[in-house]
């Protein structure tokens, strides 16, 4: 006991040395789950979670369901607001709009970006409807609470969206960069799309329907596969430039140099006018992960680590991406067989992840973070 005691103050004193949070998951087995949201609080079949960028809103945590909560006859995406997330202090706030069936039909992805918006991406052919249509894309929110999902809500505009771009039907994950730039899994395409709405069109006001200065620029070089009805999430590492892509139906993680590429040829925009519509060419991009995973749908990246959740086992496997080669360093058995669909690291680094299935939000910490009150226990690998 006196050796074990002291192998767990040897690992302590290696980790506050190390100063990565992430990696103390990997130490020690007494990491725990808290659960932290439930279909009580108007989750349903939720598929992505984010944490805005503006540190004056760094107690908000968003999660996207896929359609409307339980309590909510009408159909399209909705989100849920959780204010002084993992604190005794918690309270959610579950949100639509109006116009949602069209904006988030079928939603699947959430992101914030750089100057108080978000986006998300719409796994659906055709956010009208129509069997022969090819009109979905990627939509572009203000997240000022006072707009969002508030105005329009009876018309005339279509309700509080800021901008919308139709060119990525059966899309599964997004990424926020800076300004209105986006990051697209263009299911349809099976590609990696760039969506740049710049300022939204003078006269697409919120509820407006202009999106006539917008730009899609397509990486048909890089080819993925989409698996129905699972997300398939991406991530900027801002310090490299790398966008790390889960290729959930090729079982592996690819990234691509998002400075890289330049225009091959133009394309024609489909059921809308562009400013640019574009095919690149000679992006530099590599297959990083292609072992060990059967399912890969969360992504997320920490202080030098990569985190990418496996829905089909429950997994959240850890990566060392500091240097140019990616070093698996352990995994963490969470036991969601069939269910994790989002992660997302906090500033503080606890792990929080969704689970479509049974409509949950949880929080994973270690034990390093001190004292919480659990409610399950996880083992690490």
């Known amino acids: 006991m006196a050796y074990h005691n002291k192998i767990i103050i040897f690992t302590m004193i290696s980790f506050c040395f190390s100063q990565n949070i992430i990696d103390s998951y990997l130490i020690h087995q007494n ?11 108007g989750l349903y079949k939720p598929r992505d979670l984010d944490i805005p960028n503006d540190p004056l809103r760094s107690n908000e945590l968003w999660v996207i369901n896929e359609n409307s909560a339980f309590f909510d006859i009408n159909n399209g995406g909705s989100t849920v607001t959780f204010y ?9 706030e579950y949100r639509k709009d109006s116009f949602s069936a069209h904006f988030m039909h079928t939603a699947s992805a959430i992101a914030f970006g750089g100057n108080g918006g978000f986006a998300n991406t719409l796994e659906t052919q055709d956010a009208n409807n129509n069997q022969n249509g090819y009109f979905s894309g990627c939509t572009l929110w203000d997240s000022d609470t006072s707009i969002y999902a508030r105005v329009n809500q009876d018309g005339p505009l279509l309700g509080s969206h800021w901008d919308m771009i139709h060119q990525s ?22 590609t990696i799309a760039r969506y740049d709405f710049n300022e939204p069109h003078p006269d697409h006001e919120h509820g407006g329907e202009n999106h006539s200065d917008g730009i899609v620029f397509r990486y048909d070089e890089v080819q993925l596969q989409r698996i129905p009805e699972l997300s398939s999430h991406i991530e900027i590492d801002e310090q490299t430039g790398w966008l790390y892509i889960c290729d959930t139906g090729n079982q592996r993680v690819i990234r691509l140099n ?13 059921g809308e006018s562009l400013a640019g519509y574009f095919s690149m060419i000679n992006a530099e991009f590599e297959v990083i992960i292609n072992d060990s995973l059967t399912q890969p749908t969360g992504l997320d990246i920490y202080n ?11 997994n959240i496997i850890i ?15 969470t036991g969601f067989e069939n269910n994790i669909m989002g992660i997302k690291v ?23 973070m001190g004292d919480v009150n659990d409610d399950s226990s996880v083992n690490v690998i």
């Open 84 to 92: 002084d997330y993992g604190s005794d202090l918690q309270w959610s």
């Open 31 to 41: 990491n725990t789950i808290i659960l932290r949201g439930d279909s009580l609080d």
């Open 169 to 190: 039907p059966y899309s599964i994950g997004i990424a926020g960069s800076v300004d209105n730039i986006y990051w697209l899994f263009d299911g349809y395409h099976n």
């Open 304 to 314: 030098g680590r990569l985190l990418v959740s496996d829905y089909s086992n429950g």
């Open 346 to 368: 906090d500033s503080a680094g606890s792990i929080w992840f969704v689970c479509k299935n049974s409509h949950e939000l949880h929080q994973l910490n270690t034990i390093f």
């Open 319 to 333: 990566y060392n991406i500091e240097s140019n080669t990616v070093n698996r360093l352990g995994k963490i058995e």
């Open 258 to 270: 998002t400075l890289s590429g330049e225009i091959g040829q133009s394309l024609t925009p489909y």
